[in-house]
């Protein structure tokens, strides 16, 4: 038998967080997460005869009712499928990573008594479920693009992997915060579903962006644009961006007025940039506190 | 080579009993203050166990024995001390962790495997083993939720034995399945120590701590009561057991040029395990052995009543006019034709000693014991007289 020299040492110091070490030890457990993901999935449509098809429904439902709304309101958006499409598929991922992230902990409040496992994999596998719906759903969204014509463009369509990455480690973040504060407090559940339904509004998702540039253009708070305030929200960064890599024209030719912000290339890339690089910093934070009360986690539970 | 595997060093555990705990922001911001107890689970424990060693840890419920193990697991954060561990290590405080009842056998084993630490591929290579220990090779393909309790809990055990850690940490988990599966389980723990394994077992069944481990310790109240030889912390459990607390108890003693090497007490059914009825003949059979040759070699016993740790009852080779003689093994065996003492519990202890200077060569003081219970009673039949009246309603 092979003997491993590694020697763990535990003491009532809660261990700091060394990123490297932490994910080694992630990468270590990560058949745990895929089985975990696996579970849940299979889980998630067991006995039902449709499976899978189930989540594609949803984003055909809210295209549905959407266009329906969008013309009886009369704010057409040229090729509203894709507009909607493409920041809806990103707001899932986030939203339904975030939902059950929260409550991964809590679920799982057998294993965590019982089983040593980084118990980061718990929200991981949360947003690894989040992820094969998306995956699904974009293969959906691509088939349409092609099939309809619309058709994919460059060069804005490698902003797709900015705007993608950034979803991800904002997901991430919030995830691992969310269901480590659940734990302590169990109102975050109810706060996050009432705070994800105001996020949602608050997104450019349904309506265009350029709606809201064209309002907060109109003034400035304390001699900043109003719009900088609007986009500190990051999934506005996020969806614009997926906006901009996919629906890719701001004012496309048959449209009476923009639909996306009206700014450059350039400009969209730069915004997104800055929100990876704070969610980078707000995925640190996250995980250092995460790890720092995940110790208690089976004391708490 | 005999480098500690587990370095536990002065640990403790308190657990905060809240009452009224805030588990929302409303409770937090209205209660400016919530009431906690303090309960400490384990206090100052230090303890090593060495690599390869089989390791008992017993103790009444609540005496901290799961603590310690979760707390070594890395499931638990101990409150003060350290705790060192080599090697990687595996838990199993619960069998099947991670099962769900939708997914089938096939899907549960591999989940749960994980979770154990085995790799996708060493659980490929130990799938058939696990299935056929498991005994449940026609349902591996169905959804656990059909399975009966006692397949499921085949099911964990299959997998948890095919875990390959150099640290093992057993919780009460061989109690499960009937006596052929526990059979099983333990010709399993067996193989652990054949391969050089780590284990440290938690468990209730003092008796296979004995046949088993190397080495014990039992805790009480979260304090370390005993550590050392498995024969002795036991008899030092079952001595706890009647209540009683000795802190000048000397468990053994002598300069051993004469030995004992076994004991038994046999009761009338020829085992040497179970209760006797009062009344019952029982048998002390003393195997000695001399290591130089020794004159006027003298084997006695005595009977102690557990409830007051009085010596009721004593017999000896020397009293009986006996000379052993010199010898390299005997077996003296002493007869008592009725037990006549009320039902309770009763310690034995054996002593070799010189009939003439009275040196002491072996002494094992209380610890071998044995119960005594109530013959059930039998009434006899006697005339009852019984009256009869009928009336008219």
Redesign the interface.
């Known amino acids: 038998?092979a003997?491993?020299?590694?020697?763990?040492?535990?003491?009532?110091e809660?261990p700091h967080l060394r990123v490297g070490e932490r994910l080694r030890i992630l990468a270590a457990?990560r058949?745990?997460l895929?089985?975990?993901v696996?579970?849940e999935l299979?889980?998630k449509y067991?006995?039902s005869v449709l499976g899978a098809v189930w989540s594609l429904l949803n984003p055909l439902v809210y295209l549905a009712v959407f266009s329906f709304v969008a013309k009886v309101l009369g704010a057409g958006i040229a090729n509203y499928p894709v507009y909607l499409l493409s920041g809806l598929l990103a707001w899932n991922l986030f939203s339904a990573s975030m939902g059950s992230g929260a409550r991964a902990v809590l679920d799982n409040a057998?294993?965590?008594?019982?089983?040593?496992?980084a118990r980061e994999i718990l929200p991981l596998s949360a947003v690894g479920v989040g992820l094969v719906d998306f995956a699904l759903q974009s293969a959906v969204l691509l088939l349409y693009v092609i099939v309809s014509g619309y058709g994919l463009h460059l060069p804005e369509l490698a902003l797709w992997p900015l705007a993608f990455v950034t979803l991800l480690v904002l997901t991430v973040t919030l995830s691992l915060w969310f269901s480590a504060l659940n734990v302590?407090?169990?109102?975050v559940g109810h706060l996050l579903n009432i705070a994800l339904l105001v996020w949602f509004w608050a997104t450019p998702i349904v309506y265009a962006e350029f709606q809201v540039q064209d309002l907060a253009q109109r003034g400035t708070w304390f001699g900043i644009p109003r719009l900088a305030f609007y986009m500190l929200n990051p999934m506005v960064d996020v969806v614009a961006g997926f906006h901009r890599a996919l629906y890719v024209f701001v004012q496309p030719v048959a449209a009476q007025e923009p639909v996306l912000f009206d700014g450059s290339l350039g400009w969209v890339a730069g915004v997104l940039t800055i929100t990876l690089v704070v969610s980078l910093v707000g995925l640190r934070l996250a995980w250092g506190y995460f790890f720092n009360r995940s110790?208690?986690f089976?004391?708490e539970l | 080579m005999n480098a500690s595997a587990i370095e536990v060093a002065d640990v403790s555990k308190r657990f905060r009993i809240y009452r009224d705990r805030p588990t929302s922001l409303k409770q937090r911001v209205l209660s400016s203050r919530s009431r906690a107890e303090d309960f400490w689970a384990l206090r100052d424990v230090a303890l090593d166990v060495r690599q390869g060693g089989t390791f008992g840890l017993i103790g009444h419920n609540g005496s901290g024995k799961t603590t310690l193990l979760k707390c070594v697991a890395g499931i638990l954060r101990p409150t003060s001390g350290t705790i060192r561990q080599r090697g990687r290590l595996a838990a199993l405080l619960e069998l099947g962790a991670g099962f769900h009842p939708e997914l089938t056998g096939r899907e549960n084993v591999y989940l749960n495997a994980s979770f154990l630490g085995l790799s996708r591929r060493q659980t490929d290579a130990a799938f058939d083993d696990i299935v056929a220990f498991a005994e449940l090779e026609d349902f591996i393909d169905n959804e656990v939720k059909f399975y009966s309790s006692g397949m499921l809990v085949r099911l964990g055990f299959a997998v948890a034995v095919h875990v390959e850690p150099d640290v093992l940490l057993i919780d009460e988990v061989l109690a499960v399945g009937d006596e052929a599966f526990q059979a099983k389980c333990l010709d399993r723990v067996r193989a652990f120590q054949r391969e050089g394994r780590t284990i440290v077992l938690v468990t209730h069944a003092l008796d296979t701590v004995i046949e088993i481990c190397d080495r014990a310790a039992m805790l009480h109240h979260g304090e370390l009561h005993a550590i050392g030889m498995p024969a002795d912390v036991v008899r030092e459990m079952r001595y706890v057991l009647l209540g009683v607390t000795d802190p000048n108890f000397v468990p053994e003693e002598g300069t051993r040029e004469a030995e004992i090497a076994e004991v038994q007490i046999v009761r009338p059914n020829g085992s040497s395990e179970g209760a006797i009825l009062r009344g019952d003949p029982l048998t002390i059979v003393i195997d000695v052995r001399q290591h130089e040759p020794l004159d006027e070699l003298d084997v006695d016993f005595a009977v102690l009543d557990g409830a007051t740790n009085h010596a009721v009852l004593d017999a000896g080779t020397s009293r009986a006019g006996l000379d052993l003689g010199r010898f390299e093994k005997k077996r003296v065996r002493f007869r008592i034709e009725a037990f006549p003492y009320e039902p309770g519990k009763y310690w034995v202890t054996v002593g070799l000693s010189n009939r003439a200077t009275g040196h002491l060569y072996h002494v094992q003081t209380q610890r071998y014991l044995f119960e005594v219970v109530d013959a059930p009673r039998v009434q006899e039949r006697v005339q009852v007289p019984v009256a009869v009246e009928v009336e008219d309603l």
Do not use: Q
């Open positions: 038998m003997t491993t020299t590694e020697t763990v040492e535990r003491t009532s809660s457990h058949e745990i895929a089985n975990l696996r579970k299979k889980v067991a006995a057998n294993l965590v008594k019982k089983v040593a496992f302590r407090y169990r109102d110790g208690d089976a004391e």
